[in-house]
């Protein structure tokens, strides 16, 4: 999570970027969800899901200090029930650092607190630039680590979506890297993809690797504002380069940053469309088509995912969709995982 005093609403120069902890346990999919998703992904979704190192790549609590839980400030809203200011322990925070109320966080008002994932910065922090040496034994390094660990959480976040884009461009000896349906090009994006972009892709992923390693002046050090903003046209360039070549007779629409809050969108047209950093707080999304679509920081808080197809869709994360409303025939791809409230 960012210091920003704010919910799960906090927007990055992708999108929204204030979120609190996803609980792990939340996202273990039934065996019919789990053959469900099997079933939609692609060879070259299955293939992006190896190379994203999940588990360095996603919340892993049980090796973390529970930094989320303390460096950022909320506002009691329909996210968090109290006010907390940055740099403070929740109150719900055990010793041991896990959470006293874990099991019934959203019946607490604690809904945030769900919908959030760290892209295992927390543990990056507490295991590697750290050592394990904890903030509670160490309180010396307490006020450095909460200084540490948002921007982990930044550079995380661009490991786990140039992982996505490097996997979306990597050349394939087939000349197809999803079935095609109706109206879709046979030739798959990868068939057509820039080598040029895949080796600057890489270029960024090592480099960012490489400042995840650096010492906590070094990261304190660090313009990540700067470092996103070389990094952005790359996956702008990816996005561009998938969803034109997903449905090359079809004119996607453009709604970047559009104002969509409480949007009548239901069984819209949207394949291949830019929503990146889109409001859709509340939309009515129930039966759209959203295949291949780029929903980069898209705001799905409350937004009615009912029966709709987000299969293919690029640089979409686990948070929102923990944030919006779904069902068992809302379609999503690994390595995704359906939320348990939408089975239940």
């Known amino acids: 999570m960012s210091g920003l005093r704010a919910g799960v609403g906090c927007r990055s120069a992708h999108g929204v970027v204030g979120f609190t902890l996803v609980a792990s346990s939340r996202h273990q999919?039934?065996?019919a969800a789990r053959q469900r998703e099997i079933g939609q992904v692609s060879e070259?979704?299955?293939s992006a899901g190896r190379r994203l190192a999940l588990e360095d790549l996603r919340a892993n609590c049980a090796n973390c200090f529970a930094l989320c839980c303390v460096v950022p400030a909320f506002a009691a809203s329909a996210d968090f029930a109290i006010d907390k200011p940055a740099g403070?322990?929740?109150?719900h925070l055990r010793p041991d650092f896990g959470c006293g109320i874990h099991t019934r966080l959203?019946?607490?008002?604690?809904?945030?607190?769900?919908?959030?994932?760290c892209f295992g910065a927390g543990q990056k922090v507490s295991q590697g630039t750290y050592a394990g040496r904890d903030w509670r034994t160490a309180p010396r390094t307490a006020a450095e680590m909460f200084q540490v660990f948002p921007v982990m959480r930044h550079l995380h976040e661009l490991l786990y979506h140039l992982t996505e884009a490097l996997a979306l461009t990597e050349p394939a000896a087939k000349p197809t890297t999803r079935r095609p349906t109706t109206g879709q090009s046979a030739a798959g994006p990868s068939a057509i993809s820039s080598r040029s972009l895949h080796r600057e892709l890489k270029r960024a992923l090592e480099q960012t690797?490489?400042?995840?390693?650096?010492?906590?002046?070094?990261?304190i050090r660090l313009d990540v504002d700067a470092h996103r903003q070389r990094v952005n046209p790359l996956l702008q360039r990816t996005s561009e380069l998938v969803r034109g070549a997903a449905y090359p007779q079809h004119?996607?629409?453009?709604?970047?940053g559009a104002d969509l809050i409480g949007a009548k969108l239901k069984g819209a047209d949207l394949r291949a469309a830019n929503l990146r950093g889109a409001y859709l707080i509340g939309a009515d999304l129930r039966a759209a088509d959203l295949r291949t679509a780029d929903l980069i920081g898209a705001d799905f808080r409350g937004a009615d995912l009912r029966g709709a197809d987000l299969?293919?869709?690029?640089?979409?994360?686990?948070?929102?969709?923990?944030?919006?409303?779904?069902?068992?025939a809302t379609r999503i791809s690994l390595p995704l995982t359906t939320p348990t409230e939408w089975i239940t």
Do not use: W
């Not at 403070?88 to 109150?91: G, K, N, R």
């Not at 690797?209 to 990261?219: F, I, N, R, V």
């Not at 004119?251 to 970047?256: A, F, I, Q």
């Open 44 to 46: 070259k979704q299955q």
């Open 311 to 328: 299969s293919g869709s690029i640089f979409l994360i686990q948070a929102q969709i923990d944030a919006a409303k779904g069902d068992t």
């Open 209 to 219: 690797q490489q400042l995840t390693d650096g010492s906590p002046e070094a990261l």
């Open 106 to 117: 959203r019946p607490s008002g604690f809904t945030g607190c769900t919908v959030y994932d």
């Open 29 to 31: 999919p039934t065996a």
């Open 88 to 91: 403070q322990a929740c109150p």
């Open 251 to 256: 004119k996607p629409k453009d709604h970047r």
